[in-house]
């Protein structure tokens, strides 16, 4: 059973700094891009972040790049969001989801959610003004 579980949520003060880590579990880490997406209640989820499966490409959101970090470390079956300079506009439910791209080139990087196939259940950002 695959399973994606998320830490590292909580409260903030605007200009403030959170990790976020996701662990995954029941699947072969490698073969997967990862990615960030977020969500605040009556909109869409948003994608945040992505790398790809051997973590030599990156791709953001243009709201947080320069200010977000997605790393991982494929030993660990992990996927890191290191978040800066957070903002109240942050706030918002962050979800990590996996999206098998073995047949996919190395760099492979999708920002589409349907293409994701498994999702964490989320951990709560709040940034305070």
């Known amino acids: 059973q695959v399973q994606l579980v998320e830490s590292g949520g909580g409260l903030v003060q605007a200009g403030g700094s959170l990790r976020l880590s996701c662990a995954a579990s029941g699947l ?20 945040v972040a992505g790398i790809s499966r051997g973590g030599d490409n990156t791709y953001y959101a243009v709201s947080v ?12 079956s992990s996927v890191y969001l ?4 957070l903002k109240p506009d942050d706030t918002a439910v962050y979800y990590c989801a996996a999206d098998l791209a073995s047949q996919r080139i190395r760099t492979h990087i ?13 951990t709560q950002v709040t940034v305070s003004s």
């Open 110 to 122: 999708t920002t589409q959610t349907y293409e994701y196939d498994y999702w964490g259940q989320g």
């Open 82 to 85: 290191q978040m800066n300079s």
């Open 65 to 76: 790049k320069g200010r977000f970090t997605i790393s991982r470390d494929n030993a660990k």
């Open 28 to 47: 072969s880490f490698s073969r997967y891009a990862m990615g960030w997406f977020r969500q605040t209640p009556g909109n869409e989820r948003e994608f």
